[in-house]
């Protein structure tokens, strides 16, 4: 079972910038950042793999958004930069071992969500 500890979200101004942290107990294929603001499905929004560190983003979020890895320290951030208000959302760590970034059935574990808002 992995165990995977989110922090790092908070309020902040349109424009503004947040960093989100995952810290896994261990490694799987992949890590990935997905949301669910209230009365939607849970969305994609990045992952990258541990080994090569391939990244894919949404594209809602390409160009503002940046996933890393740490493999140090089991740790992934999500770098929000030019936040906008629909960004606010619940933002959940997910880790796994498919193969397609993208889908929610590629991971097996999830972490508890961590709140973002981004007021206008």
């Known amino acids: 079972q992995v165990q995977l500890v989110e922090s790092g979200g908070g309020s902040v101004q349109a424009g503004g910038s947040l960093r989100l942290s995952c810290a896994a107990s261990e490694r799987t294929y992949a890590m990935g950042w997905f949301r669910q603001a209230p009365g939607k499905e849970r969305e994609f929004v990045a992952g990258i793999t541990w080994s090569a560190g391939r990244t894919e983003y949404a594209d809602s979020v390409k160009g503002r958004f940046t996933i890393s890895r740490d493999n140090a320290k089991n740790t992934v951030y999500l770098q929000m930069n030019g936040l906008k208000p629909e960004d606010t959302a619940l933002y959940y760590c997910?880790?796994?071992?498919?193969?397609?970034?993208?889908?929610?059935?590629?991971?097996?574990?999830w972490g508890q969500g961590t709140q973002v808002t981004v007021s206008s």
């Open positions: 997910a880790a796994g071992n498919g193969l397609f970034m993208r889908s929610r059935s590629a991971y097996q574990y």
